[in-house]
T-cell receptor
Framework: DAGVIQSPRHEVTEMGQEVTLRCKPI?????LFWYRQTMMRGLELLIY????????DSGMPEDRFSAKMPNASFSTLKIQPSEPRDSAVYFC????????????FGPGTRLTVL | RKEVEQDPGPFNVPEGATVAFNCTYS??????FFWYRQDCRKEPKLLMS???SGNEDGRFTAQLNRASQYISLLIRDSKLSDSATYLC????????????FGAGTRLAVHP
């Protein structure tokens, strides 16, 4: 079975540009999480979707960040405009809901904003 | 105070050694706890779950002390392949599977 798929794996952009990160969760998983990892702040939850509906977006840093999940097999995280402090590794994770089950992480997107 | 605190390490140990990491958490309502392993430049992967006082899986033992609000991870007979960062993650509030990750403890096992 394919795991969580993320694209691109690496993104280098200039400050002010729009960045879109993509995620395909594991088929059959109905919970999806976007995380950001930096040396300074560690692994932080940005937003959580259940059955394609955003449930908790309290971790989204500011209005420059937005996330969508138009269907069960696709989600995007958009940053517009990007800033150098957004440089981080962004992980997507998926999970089946109902009790606690393992969260499976994608390989991450390493974002560098110059 | 951070919600989850871990000693960043690194812990440098020889092969065959026993090593233990502690993780303290601030939310006394947390009921479930997890240890994830993260290799360099890779994604985190679940290592162990702890729902009651502890859990053991081969060379790995996780223990929970609710009174003192900490969980520990013990690795016996360390292997070179155990070198990684170990992330502690209590299940947070909110009524869903929200994990609160610690910053991680780095382990380096040398020959």
């Amino acid at each position: 079975d394919a795991g969580v798929i993320q694209s691109p794996r690496h993104e280098v952009t200039e400050m002010g540009q729009e960045v879109t990160l993509r995620c395909k969760p594991i088929s059959g998983h109905n919970s999806l999480f976007w995380y950001r990892q930096t040396m300074m702040r560690g692994l932080e939850l940005l937003i959580y979707f259940n059955n394609n509906v955003p449930i908790d977006d309290s971790g989204m840093p500011e209005d420059r960040f937005s996330a969508k999940m138009p269907n069960a097999s696709f989600s995007t995280l958009k940053i517009q405009p990007s800033e150098p402090r957004d440089s981080a590794v962004y992980f997507c994770a998926s999970q089946t809901s109902g009790g606690y089950n393992e969260q499976f992480f994608g390989p991450g997107t390493r974002l560098t904003v110059l | 105070r951070k919600e989850v605190e871990q000693d960043p390490g690194p812990f440098n140990v020889p092969e065959g050694a026993t090593v233990a990491f502690n993780c303290t958490y601030s939310n006394s309502a947390s009921q479930s706890f997890f240890w994830y392993r993260q290799d360099c430049r890779k994604e985190p992967k679940l290592l162990m779950s702890v729902y009651s006082s502890g859990n053991e899986d081969g060379r790995f033992t996780a223990q929970l002390n609710r009174a003192s609000q900490y969980i520990s991870l013990l690795i016996r007979d360390s292997k070179l392949s155990d070198s990684a960062t170990y992330l502690c993650a209590p299940l947070g509030p909110g009524g869903y599977n929200k994990l609160i990750f610690g910053a991680g403890t780095r382990l380096a096992v040398h020959p």
